[in-house]
């Protein structure tokens, strides 16, 4: 049984940061990828970033030079720092995780595994 389960989430300014990690357990393949989503109220969920097996990584333009997604050492946490926070930034925020030929592309279907989310609330 696959599990994922986030931390790090909560309330900060405008121009603040935050960082999110994802523990994940239950699976073997060393070709997982794993990535982060967002979901605003009203809004379909995007993708962040995303992580591949080889450490190649990929951010959505509305993030890139802000968020910076990593792993740890045991590949089974992942990371998102989250730098200069803007109030269009606050949603839900999941870690994901599957196995499948395109990781880099951000496509929430690809997606086998999900966390329980943490909120991410940006006030200006």
């Known amino acids: 049984q696959v599990q994922l389960v986030e931390s790090g989430g909560g309330s900060v300014q405008a121009g603040g940061s935050l960082r999110l990690s994802c523990v994940a357990s239950g699976y073997t393949n060393s070709k997982t990828c794993m990535g982060w989503f967002r979901q605003a109220p009203g809004k379909e969920r995007e993708g962040v970033a995303a992580?591949?097996?080889?450490?190649?990584?990929s951010a959505a333009d509305s993030v890139k030079g802000r968020f910076t997604i990593s792993q740890g050492n045991a590949k089974n946490t992942l990371h998102l720092q989250m730098n200069s926070l803007k109030p269009e930034d606050t949603a839900m925020y999941y870690c994901?995780?599957?196995?499948?030929?395109?990781?880099?592309?951000?496509?929430?279907?690809?997606?086998?595994?999900w966390g329980q989310g943490t909120q991410v609330t940006v006030s200006s």
């Open positions: 994901a995780a599957g196995v499948f030929p395109v990781c880099l592309a951000l496509v929430v279907d690809e997606y086998n595994y």
């Open positions: 992580i591949d097996s080889d450490g190649s990584t």
